[in-house]
């Protein structure tokens, strides 16, 4: 099976045991990938959705829809897991695809392909998905900016970042996922516990856990950020402290407090407040997904209006920030870039627009300037 394949040769190179979780398809992981495909059939077809029409003049009328991308290149690093759900996103959406995975899952990804291509049969055009191997032929695919109109980079930031500098492609994605979670004052015990504790220890290597808490003095003076990372502890999270939380609360300094740790680690500071707490996120954050923990309404909402990042929360695990679970089918990445499409990027990241203009007779320019029709821009 599938499993036994990959899993045999990610063991015998010795790769650490975060990257064989991302490796492993869990029969978790599977069903919650066939629940996202599922949900993508059902979706209505986007290509051709009217977002606006209107009159130019009678007989003369325009509309402006929606029209897939055009060719993807998605290139993974060891989640097997992304593959099915890149393409199902791309039939959903009417693009083409280009798939490179990383070597480690390269066996997992072959038998993936092989039963999506025998599973679509004659529905899918001759080369519209195709199983990219090899340095050397991406290398050679991100100089065809002509041909390829979006690369998506899911991996690492030395991936991204190198995707970005080499490949005049546009390139959709995030470099870092510094998720922070800012527990307020106010903040109800139990529930910053619980909002905590997910956002780091459900899926520590996913790039929507938590890596920077942020604790409101208050909760240094009456005991209750001991408490907190004494749970976190005994979860077998190892903890880095800033500045205050190193002198207030025992931790050992961190190398760096914009780190994207990827396992069981996490840094922590203390803040004065919502306000230091925003500062913070703007210095040290990556734009991905933020979560303040409060019972304060108005604190929240000011927390979440301030804070410049893809996805805002309040009450709830930074891990909620996936295209499955805000109800998109899939993602084909989280973008914490600001154009085109931010935080997960389902269906419609992957759709363009364009302007349709249709007349009933034949329409000139000309002839509106010789007086024989007037513009009328009435909305349809």
Not at 68 to 89: A, K, N
Not at 137 to 157: D, F, K, Q, T, W
Not at 330 to 342: D, K, M, P, Q, Y
């Amino acid at each position: 099976g599938i499993k036994a394949g990959y899993m045999g040769e990610a063991e015998s190179e010795s790769l650490d045991r975060h990257l064989r979780d991302r490796l492993r398809l869990t029969e978790p992981k599977l069903r919650t990938l066939v629940q996202g495909l599922e949900s993508l059939a059902d979706m209505p077809d986007p290509v051709g959705k009217l977002v606006a029409a209107r009159e130019i003049t009678p007989g003369l009328e325009l509309r402006h829809e929606t029209t897939p991308l055009g060719v993807l290149m998605v290139i993974f690093e060891s989640r097997p897991d992304v593959l099915p759900q890149v393409v199902g996103l791309a039939l959903r959406s009417g693009n083409a695809l280009l798939l490179k995975g990383g070597r480690e899952a390269k066996r997992s990804n072959r038998i993936l392909m092989d039963i999506i291509t025998k599973a679509l049969g004659d529905d899918l055009p001759e080369g519209a998905f195709q199983l990219v191997e090899g340095r050397e032929a991406v290398a050679g695919l991100l100089e065809m900016h002509h041909y390829i109109h979006l690369v998506i980079p899911r991996g690492s930031n030395e991936l991204v970042q190198s995707i970005q500098r080499t490949s005049r492609i546009p390139v959709m994605g995030h470099a870092d996922g510094i998720c922070h979670v800012y527990v307020d004052s106010s903040a109800d015990p139990t529930k910053a516990r619980q909002v905590v504790l997910d956002s780091k220890t459900n899926y520590p290597s996913a790039c929507n856990a938590m890596e920077t808490l942020l604790v409101h003095e208050d909760w240094v003076h009456n005991g209750q950020a001991a408490d907190l990372l004494q749970s976190l502890r005994e979860a077998g999270v190892v903890l880095h402290g800033g500045r205050r939380a190193v002198a207030e609360l025992g931790l050992e300094p961190a190398e760096s407090m914009s780190c994207e740790y990827g396992c069981l680690e996490a840094g922590v500071e203390v803040v004065s407040g919502p306000e230091e707490a925003v500062a913070w996120v703007s210095t040290y954050g990556s734009g991905h997904t933020e979560c303040i923990v409060t019972e304060d309404a108005a604190v929240a909402e000011r927390f979440l209006s301030s804070v410049d990042s893809a996805c805002v929360f309040h009450n709830a695990s930074t891990r909620f920030a996936d295209g499955f679970r805000f109800g998109l089918g899939a993602e084909v990445g989280i973008s914490t870039g600001r154009l085109h499409a931010r935080g997960p990027v389902g269906v419609e990241g992957l759709m363009t627009t364009r302007w349709v203009l249709r007349s009933s007779t034949s329409h000139t320019v000309t002839q509106h300037a010789d007086g024989q029709w007037a513009y009328t821009h009435a909305p349809r």
